[in-house]
């Protein structure tokens, strides 16, 4: 039987989903030493206030968990130059805006911090990267426009960043369990949960998240290329990554022909270039989802300095939090009351650690303790990982030298502000519709151009082409089950082309793995081509 619309996940499901993708507390301490190590360093030499600067760097290490060691080193340096360029550009915007004595000078913070938001969300969506994403570098950036309060120069706000960033590098490179075994086992152990329990949309989104990880993982190990495996030494993983997948293909749709769900090696990613390229469109998800969090980001912001608050960092960071990844309806909707409560719980804890007036080595101890909880749970539950990250955003922005009061009053506000702003976009302005018919051309044209290059060219020699078109067809997919869930009657009418087109896709995608070597028939080119006329 053909495949049902997917079903709308329930309320209480995504509201108290909290994953387990293995273990995490390696990273979480070695995220605790980035800022402890330096910023001890820092209090022997009598520099206290920088001791927040370098938690900013500190952030470094946190990019790197989950990557294999041929491709971790990269990662590590791009997170770093991002983490140390965005507080030196933060503090900068905020030396100029501070040298006002004007308050509507602040208009540009939340100008500069929306577009960074809006350009990272772009990225981050079209790269497809993993979380979580460019949200400390954006919170950063955004906490480092209010450091000029402390009479720092921008220059200097960079040294000390890059103290907490060459911490986090040189951390993260530690030796450690290769990630592509941890990845398989977290895999493992998520499906056999789904199996044994009652079957729930956490359960499964955690599972397909994990596998989809495991996935990237083996390529970016140098385990398999082009779908097939490359280093035999790795084969048991993703034979063990096979298995799962098709165990949990069976579990998720045992109403479904065999053979119908797809239980192959995928293809390796597209390029960054490429992936870049084709969200470079006004229907595009990485771009609407740009397009909301700036609006919403600068609304929250500038609405916040109409009232008289001096913090537009603080709502920007919350709105794009909510709509950093595109949500759906109601997975943005849960995840906007994760941040309202997890704000107003955070800002509690702050409240708690500015009453207890420690002295710099207890505020360094608190600083880490946030710093290790939150790589803990910045995968697992939104909630809990903006309860730990609220104290170090507002202690990186020089809340401690303010009235407790103020503080808490206006975070409080600049918050409610975000959530409704954030939420507004994501139910006012739907435009799934338009974004999946386009990803449908797409497809299509992608499909077309891999016909053409088959033409004259063996499978193998098409592999940029398969790649692509693997790329579109994920993307289609995607859109389809979005509009599937936030506009059930449009989807209907279209499902049956889209269950067409991805088999179609698919079935090339299978011709072209099983024989690359070996130029298609002319015959079976037309006949692809003749379907998707």
Known sequence: ??????????????????????????????AALALAIPGSIALLLGYDAEMLLIAAGGFTVIYGEGHPTRTRWRVLTLAALLLVSGSVAGAFVGSVVWAQDNHWWLLLTALFIASAAALGAFVQN??????????????????????????????EVGAWASVGALSGFFLGLLPRRTPEIDAVRALEKAVTDFAAGEPSVAR???????????????????????????????ADLVTRTLAAHRK???LNSPELDPGMARTVIPHTRASISYRLYRSLHAHSHATVTALRVFAAALGAGALGIILGFDRPDWAIVSALLILQWGPDRLPGTIRGLHRLLGSFLGIGLFALLYLADLNVWGLLLALAVCQFCAEIFVVRNYMLCVLVTTPLALMMGNALALPLGETIAARTIEV???????????????????????????????LHTLLGTLLTATPDQALPQRRDLQFELLSERRAAQSLALNHPAV??????????????GYALLDRCQAQPDTRLPLGDIQAVAERLS
């Open 1 to 30: 039987m053909p495949e049902p619309l997917p079903t709308s996940p329930r309320f209480w499901d995504l509201f108290l989903a909290s994953p387990s993708p293995g273990r995490r507390w390696p990273g979480a301490l070695r």
């Open 126 to 155: 079209a790269l497809r990267l993993p979380p979580p994403g460019c949200f400390f570098i954006i919170m950063v950036t955004g906490g480092a426009t209010m450091v000029a309060r402390l009479g720092l120069d921008p220059l």
């Open 204 to 234: 499964l989104h955690q599972a397909r998240t994990l596998l989809t990880q495991a996935w990237d993982t083996l390529a970016d190990a140098g385990a398999i290329r082009a779908g097939r495996i490359i280093d035999n030494s790795r």
């Open 248 to 250: 949990l293909a069976a």
């Open 416 to 446: 409610l502000l975000s959530v409704v702003f954030a939420l507004a976009l994501l139910w006012i302005a739907p435009r799934d519709a338009a974004q999946h018919a386009r990803l449908m051309e797409d497809t299509r044209e992608t």
């Open 491 to 504: 989807a209907s009418a279209r499902w049956a082309e889209h269950l067409a087109l991805q088999a179609t």
